[in-house]
C-alpha cells in the first residue's frame, strides 16, 4: 500500500501538469470556436436576443449593426484564446487573456438575470433551466477554468 502511495504522490507533477494543459487549452479552444462562429450570421442573430435584453449590453446596437458587433466580439474571444494559449512563452500576456475571458464569462453569465426565459415556465420556471440557459449556464464553469489560468500564468511569470 505505502509503494502505491508513493508511486501516486511520485506521478501528481506530471497529472497536474496534464490536467492543468487539458484545462488550458481546451478553454482555448472553446473559446476559439465560439469567436470563430462570431463571425456568422446565425451566431451574431442568436446572441442578439441576449444582448439586446442586458441593461449593461443593449446600448452596443444604438452603435454597431448585430453583425458588426458580433464580429467585434468574434475578435476579442478569438484574441482571448491566442492570449491564453501562449503561457509557456509569454506567462504575463497569458495572464492578460485570462483575465479578458473573466470579463467575457461576467458578462455572459449576466445574461442569466437578465434575459426572458432562461427558466422553463412549463415546468414552473426556477429553478429549471430553458435550452437558453442551459447555453449560459455551462460559463459557470468556463469562468472557474479562466480564473485558474489566470493564477496559473501568474504563478509562471514570477511576479
Do not use: C
Not at 121 to 143: E, R
Request: proline letters at 4%; hydrophobic letters at 55%.
Amino acid at each position: 500500500m505505502t509503494t502505491t502511495r508513493t508511486a501516486l504522490t511520485d506521478s501528481l507533477p506530471r497529472v497536474e501538469s496534464i490536467t492543468g494543459a487539458l484545462a488550458r487549452y481546451g478553454l482555448v479552444v472553446v473559446l476559439a470556436w465560439i469567436g470563430a462562429l462570431k463571425f456568422t450570421a446565425y451566431e451574431a442573430q442568436g446572441i442578439a436576443p441576449l444582448v439586446s435584453n442586458s441593461p449593461l449590453m443593449s446600448w452596443v446596437y444604438d452603435i454597431f449593426s448585430v453583425g458588426t458587433f458580433s464580429a467585434l466580439l468574434g475578435v476579442v474571444e478569438l484574441v482571448t484564446a491566442a492570449l491564453i494559449a501562449v503561457k509557456p512563452w509569454w506567462p504575463r500576456l497569458s495572464a492578460v487573456g485570462s483575465v479578458i475571458a473573466v470579463g467575457l464569462f461576467v458578462a455572459t453569465l449576466s445574461f442569466l438575470v437578465t434575459t426572458p426565459g432562461v427558466f422553463e415556465a412549463s415546468a414552473g420556471g426556477f429553478p429549471v433551466l430553458s435550452s437558453t440557459g442551459q447555453f449560459l449556464i455551462k460559463d459557470v464553469a468556463l469562468l472557474g477554468i479562466s480564473a485558474w489560468t489566470f493564477a496559473d500564468a501568474l504563478r509562471s511569470s514570477h511576479f
